[in-house]
């Protein structure tokens, strides 16, 4: 298995607050991304990296930014977290022109 | 733009029925295909892959066919176990400076039971 690791898991945070999810690899690719999943709707990207500081955004990038300031570490922010931002959130790496690898899930509910 | 379009669930087989979870793609260019596969509390795990027309992926007992003339990337098993009951994904991808960026579909959930 690819090295990738979210923290937290779980966190539940109240309307309005701002989270920070963190994802680590161990595997020294070049390329990280961040997504949300929910029902119906697959995988969304929200942002993702295409080197040390080199971000972009995705398909549903409003209200969240990230940051990369190390190769091994990808943050995801809620600035003021809102009820429509309670999803699963995925971290995944890759290589260029092959597959990604998805990190365990962080389950963030907002209330 | 890219997009991916797959059967709804939930797929509901006894064991050892055949499975097939229909996935069509619109796309510019070539992309490669892939199903992935989440099982339950987990991430997604790439099942199959496949790059160019006519390509067929297998892994563990399923297969899937790039077919380009009818764009689609069809995932078959000839005989279906508990233990794939999981959620699948289609998707595809192309590179950009963004690596290999993915359009997934919806999700098929496969619910096989004794």
């Known amino acids: 298995d690819a090295g990738i690791t979210q923290s937290p898991r779980h966190k539940v945070t109240e309307t309005g607050t701002p989270v920070t999810l963190r994802c680590h690899q161990t595997?020294?690719?070049?390329?990280m991304y961040w997504y949300r999943q929910d029902p119906g709707h697959g995988l969304r990207l929200i942002h993702y990296s295409y080197g040390v500081k080199d971000t972009d955004k995705g398909e549903v990038s409003d209200g969240y930014s990230v940051s990369r300031s190390k190769t091994e570490d990808f943050l995801l922010t809620l600035e003021s977290a809102t009820s429509s931002q309670t999803s699963v959130y995925f971290c995944a790496i890759s290589e260029l022109s092959r597959e990604q690898y998805f990190g365990p899930g962080t389950r963030l509910t907002v209330t | 733009g890219n997009s991916v379009t797959q059967m709804e669930g939930p797929v509901t087989l006894s064991e050892e029925a055949f499975l097939t979870i229909n996935c069509t793609y619109t796309?510019?260019?070539?992309?490669?295909l892939f199903w992935y596969v989440q099982y339950p509390g987990e991430g997604l795990q790439l099942l199959l892959k496949?790059?160019?027309?006519?390509d067929k992926g297998s892994n563990k007992g399923f297969e899937a066919t790039y077919r380009k003339e009818t764009t689609s990337f069809h995932l078959e098993k000839g005989s279906v176990q508990v233990s794939d009951s999981a959620v699948y994904f289609c998707a595809l991808s192309h590179n950009n400076n963004a690596g290999n960026m993915l359009t997934f579909g919806g999700g098929t959930r496969l619910m096989v039971k004794p």
């Open positions: 796309a510019t260019g070539y992309p490669s």
């Open positions: 496949a790059t160019k027309a006519d």
């Open positions: 595997e020294n690719h070049r390329y």
